[in-house]
């Protein structure tokens, strides 16, 4: 590792200087008056690559924001690695609470304070640098490509049809992606799982217009209250969803392996106190862990209806909404499950209302097995870098996109993320240690070693 | 009969006029920029009433609008009728909507068009013009007491307090109010309860802050999911209010009483039709009309949390609200039923969330007892004139203001009202038929003269 250090440690300052670059353009993709900053970004993304040492970088154009693509190839029969990130940010709103301007970078306290500081502008700036470390001291193993796009924040709405349009531009033997977290420094983990996401709105209409409770109250359904009683009954005293045939396809996770994601240090008293909640639920007969890790839940997003002012208004609504998600685990299909919940709910109406169900978006879960050489690589490298083997975590969030590469492509992605906790990724004060940026861009030449190692 | 038609045939163009004088002032008591309007309606009145032939009419102060109180005391030995009305109307939003100008009365269709035209200018201004009758054709049986305030629409805040200060000037045999409808011309009603109201806002707490619900959900408990499973919980599976002790108080209504009730024409079928529900709902063992007029009721007027705008935002919410309202019956107390909601309400939170109820507002429910000369002298009056006697009818709304007058001031009220259901109050369009306004002017002096008849 020493000619790791030691490059890194000589060009520490400018790697922070192409960094601040990237992150002071910005590159909002949920809002159109920063369209031309996501044009800004792919050509800064571009020429990092090139003087990185890419062969070659374009800025492709999709129907949406653009995508920057590079590569450099070495040798045909060595392995590829391609590397998957994105340039767009979250909005900064309310940005009276940040402490300093989101795309005015600042070190303070050892970390590096901007929007995309960590999600995703430093964790995919690692890339870049680990690369140019691997090419400029003579120690790239492997193929390298990357795929930078610039609509995560928003769905990545338009990278699948360019992934199926530029099939064979992309064949690599593993994605690499850094945008997920670690539990700590000093408990390594990497991502082996992500949930899958069903996602819709629900409409329940009673009478045709607003009622005068008084005149109608207590014969009229009111839709509100019917509506809650449909939610109540969606899950059940074990905190089962109560869709039938929901957990047909749930994957059942052995013993073994839950034994081993239970080895991730956690501590319910210290999660309880972040979040302030006197106690937690969840379903029957699994951890606080396995909650979020490998078993679907189901979460109303957002509710609606009726007088919601001021004081005391008397109405009995004619309509009432909300907006409910399931996250999914493997192999629950999320069009499937679309389907089951919206028939499902749409059944238990009582014959007062009228019940719509459309359904918004969704997404397949997501597991990296951890016995392929590419998690094993990683794994190595990250035993090497933070001195203990990281554990593997099945996360709860979904990054859609993530299976889709799978589906798409045919290759599997290793989740090499180096995000804490307290990073504050798409909240105010976004920031990013220095120490995992350097760490990051310390392990991933590791990561190319081991991968081009077992690929002999 | 005969003098009675004969001088509203020789006045019906200036009675209308006198009315239309009141309607064009926009007295619009929830709107602060409509202050000075308040007190063009308090004058307008005083020379209303004096002109009608009031002894002494006067524009009394009070914290809020004025309050204008007339009088013509024939004999003290006579029995005394107090008039209760108001001069303040409902906003007109959306204004777009009115066929012609709010405050531009217009006469379509055998109907006077116009916010105020029913609710309460309409059915007020035939008490002026009844009286008026009754002075210029010496037929004044009574003496009588007009008290029109300008806050009904925004709760009376400041009525109770002045009628306290002025129980001696307010003495009086019988309070008079034509501020309800009936069913029909040719099916005409008398409205003889009004239900009480209770009314929180709730508020529940999950995490101290919005959560991602991919890294969160299934094991943090969601505010909503929540609040929608105490909701659900508030009504059995027979429409039963849940909250222990709350139906302790409910009078039960004799079976007698029930047939009585029962003889309301009602057709299902039109009521369905008109709301478009294909079933409706309520406690199981009473009639439809029964759930509105002599049982309570629980409706949810408002609900929000969580992600409310277009498209699939995923959030675990920190924070979920409701605003509750129960209908309450004789002899229901509604400060002791806003107590054991808010008790019951909070203990059945779970421990993962935090619950809090505010009671916002309040006040019984109010009979007037079908065998009371006062009663009995209105019954007669409406079957002179719509040919029919008139059934009792429980309406489910609330005017808290008429059970303060019995508190305060010991009296029984009569709500002699001649509104129809079509006539839109508090929405667009507003209507009164030329019909009731006259009929009005006809059945209230023969009220006069019966009640005078009984009391002799």
């Known amino acids: 590792m020493e000619y790791i250090n030691k490059y890194v440690e000589e060009n520490k300052d400018r790697f922070l200087e192409d960094l601040f670059g990237l992150i002071r353009i910005p590159s909002i993709s949920s809002e159109k008056s920063h369209k031309e900053d996501m ?7 571009k020429q990092t690559l090139l003087s990185a040492g890419a062969d070659k970088a374009e800025v492709y154009e999709t129907k949406g924001n653009p995508v920057t693509y590079g590569e450099k190839i070495i040798d045909p029969a060595l392995p590829t690695v391609l590397v998957y990130a994105h340039m767009d940010v979250m909005p900064v709103d309310p940005v009276n609470l940040w402490k300093s301007p989101p795309f005015e970078p600042e070190i303070r306290e050892g970390k590096i304070w901007a929007r995309g500081a960590d999600d995703d502008k430093g964790q995919s700036m690692m890339h870049a640098k ?14 390298v490509k990357f795929m930078i796009e610039g609509e995560e924040e928003i769905g990545s709405p338009n990278l699948p049809a360019w992934c199926e349009a530029n099939k064979e531009m992309l064949k690599a ?11 700590a420094p000093d408990k390594p983990s990497i991502t082996t799982g992500l949930r899958g996401l069903a996602y819709w709105q629900v409409e329940v209409t009673g009478p045709n217009r607003d009622l005068h409770s008084g005149l109608f109250g207590g014969t ?13 009954q969606m899950t059940d005293e074990n905190g089962r969803i109560t869709i039938p045939g929901f957990y047909d396809d749930v994957l059942e996770v052995s013993a073994e392996e839950r034994e081993l994601l239970g080895r991730a240090p956690f501590n ?22 396995e909650h979020t890790g490998i078993r679907p839940s189901f979460d109303v997003c957002g ?3 009726g007088y919601t002012g001021e004081g005391a208004k008397t109405v009995l609504p004619s309509k009432a909404f909300a907006k409910i998600s399931t996250r999914l685990v493997p192999d629950q299909d999320h069009e499937k499950i679309a389907v089951l919940f919206k028939e499902h709910f749409e059944s238990i109406g009582p014959k007062s209302v009228k019940v719509e169900v459309t359904s918004l978006h969704g997404g397949p879960a997501y597991v990296c097995p951890i016995d392929i050489p590419a998690y094993q690589a990683a794994e190595k490298a990250y035993t090497d870098v933070y001195g203990k083997r990281p554990v593997p975590v099945r996360s709860g969030g979904s990054i859609p996109i993530i299976s889709s590469f799978e589906k798409i492509l045919g290759i599997k992605s290793v989740l090499m993320g180096f995000g804490l906790e307290s990073d ?21 030449p590791l990561f190319y070693k081991y991968f081009a190692e077992m690929n002999k």
């Open 220 to 232: 009229v359904a009111n839709p509100i209250n019917v509506l809650s009683k449909m939610i109540a």
């Open 303 to 305: 509710i609606w209806g």
């Open 130 to 143: 680990a690369f140019e470390l691997m090419v400029k001291t003579n120690t790239l193993p492997c193929n």
């Open 39 to 45: 044009y800004k970004a792919a050509e800064y993304w």
């Open 173 to 183: 033997d593993v994605i690499l992606v850094s945008d997920t977290s670690m539990i």
């Open 424 to 444: 504050a990724i798409h909240s105010p004060n976004e920031n990013y240690p220095l120490e995992q940026f350097y760490n990051g861009i310390k392990t991933i």
């Open 268 to 289: 319910v008293d210290e999660y309880k106190k972040a979040i302030d909640v006197e106690e937690l639920a969840g379903e029957k007969g699994f951890t606080t862990m």
